[in-house]
């Protein structure tokens, strides 16, 4: 894995060994990657294998989500692994494997839609129609798209690879571009997968609809409020295919999945399972614990009128310890939730509060829309209306409302470093720290990347 971005071999971008079960394909490096794509089976293989890559334990599996709910204030390790307590800490070195595993995993996700996006609409097979090219295409994009996205937010500067890898030493030499520019290829993604994809609900799949929704959060990011709200209000506007449900556990408890308040989450089986179970889950279930809410989340959580029926989040163990239960089912088939249309309803009482003006009350149509969609995310989980009636108040309660909410999902980081509040919230007095470092190995792979980011 260390080797992803410049070490993968044509044959390997389409046969990882991680995702083989994916990729009905003959594990023989002399295979030219001119016969991976050559037919409709073939590319409805290789987008397969672009939607293993985002389920892979480095990326959305486990890995790369650890590091947007370990290094906020929900969290507590349990283990001795003291790379895992740098993101505790705050003081992530260069040479931690989570970090290395996750830009690998996250590279493999992006060649592989490289080959799908440059390949599949070349293919002339009769069975492969333009639409179905599209569909297959958009698809590739949109998750190229999410992988830009997430490096942008979590590393700023890196290498921008659009074109396949068609040798091991292919993406030598590329330096890293600029966060800006990052960000500014995965919107172009996003733009790109729109057009090509239909208007359909799909909750394993993206649609333009999954491209609406992440287009809503890559705006709330960016501080586009107008945009943010604009694209937040077409999902919640759908509101026989997307809806908060009651109680808060219904989207995840009894073995539910794929339920109206899911936009897009990703499936796992028995045979291909989901690393987060044994993470949380207790020595009792068959898990090692290691990540545990800690007592702040766990007082949040349990206060009736701040966590609400949110507290189905969490259980005790036979040795009277709290852990989380979003992930608990055995075989570990539990889904990456990647958004919910709760956080939906966030984004748009975010946007909204922060078009109002500073003097702004509930009776202001910006402001009061705010506290609505933030009450409808209370509501869902048995709470009262926000006593929140100012634009300040109503920011923070919507960031305190975000925490609970989230609190097992990868956003709590995220979410104070956009919003420039982990130093005040987390104490970090070094702000360089908001960016994780580039892979220490990937830097002595190629030169080209170094330096690493100011402070590492």
Not at 30 to 37: A, H, L, P, V, Y
Request: hydrophobic share 40%.
């Amino acid at each position: 894995m260390k080797k992803a971005i410049y070490a993968l071999s044509v044959f390997g971008v389409l046969s990882f060994t991680a995702c083989q079960k994916y990729l009905d394909v003959e594990p023989r490096a002399s295979i030219s990657d001119k016969q991976t794509i050559y037919d409709k089976a073939s590319a409805q293989t290789a987008l397969t294998g672009v939607y293993a890559a985002l389920a892979n334990g480095g990326y959305y599996g486990t890995t790369f989500q650890s590091i947007g709910y370990l290094n906020g204030d929900n969290v507590q390790w349990t283990g001795s692994q003291s790379q895992v307590q740098e993101f505790i800490n705050h003081n992530v070195s260069a040479d931690n494997s989570t970090i290395s595993g996750a830009w690998s995993a996250i590279y493999l996700a992006i060649s592989r839609a490289n080959h799908v996006i440059a390949k599949v609409p070349a293919v002339t097979d009769p069975l492969l129609s333009q639409a179905v090219k599209d569909q297959i295409v958009g698809q590739a994009y949109f998750i190229r798209g999410l992988a830009y996205f997430d490096l942008a937010r979590t590393w700023g500067s890196v290498p921008l690879i659009t074109k396949p890898t068609e040798s091991a030493t292919d993406n030598s030499g590329i330096s890293r571009s600029p966060q800006n520019e990052v960000y500014a290829l995965a919107l172009s993604d996003l733009e790109k997968a729109e057009p090509l994809l239909t208007e359909t609900t799909d909750r394993y799949k993206a649609t333009r609809k999954t491209v609406w929704a992440l287009k809503a959060r890559y705006y709330l990011y960016r501080g586009d409020w107008a945009n943010a709200e604009s694209y937040a209000t077409r999902l919640i506007a759908d509101n026989t295919n997307y809806k908060l449900l009651k109680p808060f556990g219904s989207f995840f408890q009894n073995d539910a999945r794929g339920t109206q308040e899911s936009v897009f989450e990703i499936f796992y089986s028995a045979s291909e399972t989901n690393g987060h179970r044994g993470q949380w889950q207790p020595q009792q279930n068959g898990g090692t614990r290691q990540w545990a809410p800690n007592d702040a989340l766990v007082a949040l959580l349990n206060d009736p009128l701040i966590g609400g029926t949110r507290s189905a989040l969490i259980a005790k163990d036979n040795q009277n310890r709290w852990y989380g239960n979003l992930y608990y089912r055995s075989p570990a088939t539990d889904p990456s939730y990647v958004i919910r249309i709760a956080e939906l309803y966030l984004i748009r009482a975010e946007a909204r509060a922060n078009q109002a003006s500073a003097a702004a009350t509930p009776a202001d149509d910006k402001l009061g829309g705010a506290i609505a969609d933030l009450n409808a995310v209370r509501d869902r989980s048995g709470l009262a209306g926000t006593p929140a009636v100012t634009k300040a108040d109503v920011l923070l309660a919507i960031e305190n409302e975000r925490r609970v909410e989230f609190a097992f999902e990868p956003h709590r980081w995220f979410d104070l470093v956009r919003t420039g509040r982990a130093s005040a919230v987390l104490n970090i007095t070094d702000v360089r720290k908001y960016l994780m470092p580039i892979p220490n190995d990937q830097l002595l792979i190629d030169p080209a990347l170094r330096p690493n980011n100011p402070g590492y």
